[in-house]
């Protein structure tokens, strides 16, 4: 008797599905590949993007012939870029920051995978569309309108919205953005006090979105930080990262308890961060460096690189022939540092991180502020020049500089009066903001404004002003006006 006897049905049905797999499967092996190759993955899809992201990835399923991929990209409105691979990953790395306020295509088709030649077969990648935007164009400022003097002011220019942070009860003196733009970071004094150095530390948030998927806060929400009790909070910085606070403070009984204090900027719900003192030399004016860890400071007839630590004794660096760092580039290779001469004029100098001493410009006016344009290698100045030596009258003027042939371009000459400009350099690179304050004439106590400049001027209005940019070297620079915006407000910033 043989074994066909003893097979059971169960037995007979797995023994024929398994032929019929079998059959598919030559099958399939003789016709070859046919399923088509695909984007498995966008970094970007759906989500808001800032200048600071600047590269994004597609991943697929096969092997891809890269030059038909590359062929075959399109980004409408378009980015420039450069493709790289790793594998079955593409990267496309940006040249120059995504302008604000766009919604941005990715599409691929007719790219066709590594073996479809050696196959001689006409397949093509399935069709892709992925989408992402970048933030909208965001400016603040403080207010100086009767309905929100004092208040600090975001306005969305993309949407058109207005949002006071502020409550009417605090006058905002100076202030500095979180980098995802959900928080802002400022010293503020009651608006009853008009003593300049009564300022406590608080962060207000914008109730914007840095990330798709979150959930924002609500916008106005106030967290006092760091009080005035025992020590007179002066100036302030915020790293680049957004986690670390520098404050240079004064004890109100020691005028010589003077320096730098350094603190964590995020914690845990219901943590209260604590102050630490940065043992070094007194310093004046400082700056996080882009790293984020470490703070240069003007010290005695140099400028030092101070480790944010306790213990701050050694700096890292001093550079004995500059006294003060005006700005960083994003990647912390190149500063712009002023060198102030005998003759009381003032140079500003390009220092690399390799050691190179470039001079951009000298000047017998100051030099008031300067920042790097992310987008090209131009350093934007607010500068002045002194037009009477009897009264010291300085008339301020922008100009941006070519750091790489040190080609000098002025964009805007400002009247005599304004002394107190400010300017922001827009994330994108794209605009220029600044302010012209109209400062109070003859206050006295009952009408003094409760506004006051840095120097402690009452302020009676100001208007804020955007300047569109173009390259350098673009010829049509220079007939390019600035547009003053329907708004009140000095102190202008741009949010990240």
């Given at each position: 008797?043989?074994?066909?006897?003893?097979?059971?049905?169960?037995?007979?049905?797995?023994?024929?599905?398994?032929?019929?797999?079998?059959?598919?499967?030559?099958?399939?092996?003789?016709?070859?590949?046919?399923?088509?190759?695909?984007?498995?993955?966008?970094?970007?899809?759906?989500?808001?993007?800032?200048?600071?992201?600047?590269?994004?990835?597609?991943?697929?399923?096969?092997?891809?012939?890269?030059?038909?991929?590359?062929?075959?990209?399109?980004?409408?409105?378009?980015?420039?870029?450069?493709?790289?691979?790793?594998?079955?990953?593409?990267?496309?790395?940006?040249?120059?920051?995504?302008?604000?306020?766009?919604?941005?295509?990715?599409?691929?088709?007719?790219?066709?995978?590594?073996?479809?030649?050696?196959?001689?077969?006409?397949?093509?990648?399935?069709?892709?569309?992925?989408?992402?935007?970048?933030?909208?164009?965001?400016?603040?400022?403080?207010?100086?309108?009767?309905?929100?003097?004092?208040?600090?002011?975001l306005y969305n220019l993309t949407q058109e919205q207005k949002?006071?942070?502020?409550?009417?009860?605090?006058?905002?003196?100076?202030?500095?953005?979180?980098?995802?733009?959900?928080?802002?970071?400022?010293?503020?004094?009651?608006?009853?006090?008009?003593?300049?150095?009564?300022?406590?530390?608080?962060?207000?948030?914008?109730?914007?979105?840095?990330?798709?998927?979150?959930?924002?806060?609500?916008?106005?929400?106030?967290?006092?930080?760091?009080?005035?009790?025992?020590?007179?909070?002066?100036?302030?910085?915020?790293?680049?990262?957004?986690?670390?606070?520098?404050?240079?403070?004064?004890?109100?009984?020691?005028?010589?308890?003077?320096?730098?204090?350094?603190?964590?900027?995020?914690?845990?719900?219901?943590?209260?961060?604590?102050?630490?003192?940065?043992?070094?030399?007194?310093?004046?004016?400082?700056?996080?460096?882009?790293?984020?860890?470490?703070?240069?400071?003007?010290?005695?007839?140099?400028?030092?690189?101070?480790?944010?630590?306790?213990?701050?004794?050694?700096?890292?660096?001093?550079?004995?022939?500059?006294?003060?760092?005006?700005?960083?580039?994003?990647?912390?290779?190149?500063?712009?540092?002023?060198?102030?001469?005998?003759?009381?004029?003032?140079?500003?100098?390009?220092?690399?991180?390799?050691?190179?001493?470039?001079?951009?410009?000298?000047?017998?006016?100051?030099?008031?502020?300067?920042?790097?344009?992310?987008?090209?290698?131009t350093l934007y100045c607010l500068l002045t020049q002194l037009?009477?030596?009897?009264?010291?009258?300085?008339?301020?003027?922008?100009?941006?500089?070519?750091?790489?042939?040190?080609?000098?371009?002025?964009?805007?000459?400002?009247?005599?009066?304004?002394?107190?400009?400010?300017?922001?350099?827009?994330?994108?690179?794209?605009?220029?903001?600044?302010?012209?304050?109209?400062?109070?004439?003859?206050?006295?106590?009952?009408?003094?404004?409760?506004?006051?400049?840095?120097?402690?001027?009452?302020?009676?209005?100001?208007?804020?002003?955007?300047?569109?940019?173009?390259?350098?070297?673009?010829?049509?620079?220079?007939?390019?006006?600035?547009?003053?915006?329907?708004?009140?407000?000095?102190?202008?910033?741009?949010?990240?």
């Open positions: 008797m043989t074994n066909k006897a003893f097979l059971q049905p169960l037995d007979r049905v797995a023994i024929a599905s398994m032929l019929i797999l079998s059959l598919l499967i030559g099958f399939l092996i003789l016709q070859g590949d046919v399923v088509a190759s695909r984007v498995r993955d966008f970094s970007w899809q759906n989500q808001q993007i800032g200048a600071d992201d600047s590269s994004f990835t597609l991943t697929f399923s096969r092997p891809m012939d890269t030059k038909s991929v590359e062929d075959n990209l399109k980004i409408e409105p378009p980015l420039a870029g450069k493709v790289s691979w790793a594998g079955r990953r593409l990267v496309y790395t940006l040249i120059t920051p995504p302008p604000y306020g766009t919604n941005y295509k990715v599409q691929l088709q007719g790219a066709k995978d590594k073996f479809a030649e050696q196959e001689q077969s006409n397949r093509v990648i399935q069709p892709f569309t992925g989408q992402f935007r970048t933030r909208d164009r965001v400016i603040l400022y403080i207010g100086a309108e009767s309905q929100d003097q004092g208040q600090l002011v949002q006071v942070l502020t409550p009417k009860d605090l006058v905002v003196m100076d202030f500095k953005p979180f980098p995802n733009g959900e928080k802002i970071l400022l010293s503020a004094r009651a608006a009853n006090n008009q003593d300049l150095l009564s300022a406590q530390i608080y962060t207000v948030t914008t109730g914007i979105l840095a990330e798709s998927g979150t959930v924002a806060e609500p916008a106005g929400k106030i967290d006092l930080i760091v009080d005035n009790k025992d020590y007179q909070n002066l100036k302030f910085d915020l790293s680049p990262d957004g986690e670390t606070i520098v404050i240079q403070r004064g004890n109100r009984n020691n005028p010589s308890d003077f320096g730098l204090w350094f603190m964590s900027a995020t914690t845990k719900p219901g943590e209260k961060p604590i102050p630490q003192r940065l043992q070094s030399q007194p310093g004046g004016d400082f700056m996080i460096t882009p790293d984020s860890k470490a703070v240069a400071v003007a010290q005695g007839q140099g400028a030092a690189i101070l480790p944010l630590q306790k213990d701050a004794s050694k700096p890292l660096d001093f550079l004995p022939q500059f006294g003060l760092v005006q700005a960083f580039s994003q990647d912390g290779s190149q500063a712009a540092m002023v060198k102030f001469n005998t003759d009381y004029t003032r140079d500003l100098f390009l220092v690399t991180n390799q050691g190179t001493q470039k001079p951009l410009l000298k000047t017998t006016g100051s030099i008031l502020s300067c920042q790097f344009d992310t987008a090209s290698p037009v009477s030596k009897e009264q010291y009258i300085e008339q301020p003027y922008l100009v941006a500089i070519d750091v790489k042939t040190g080609q000098q371009r002025p964009l805007l000459v400002l009247p005599v009066e304004q002394r107190n400009v400010q300017m922001s350099l827009s994330p994108d690179g794209l605009g220029l903001l600044f302010d012209q304050v109209v400062p109070q004439v003859n206050p006295n106590v009952k009408t003094a404004s409760p506004l006051k400049t840095d120097d402690g001027e009452a302020i009676a209005t100001s208007s804020l002003w955007l300047m569109p940019l173009l390259p350098i070297s673009d010829t049509a620079l220079s007939t390019i006006k600035p547009e003053k915006l329907p708004f009140v407000g000095f102190h202008p910033r741009w949010l990240p």
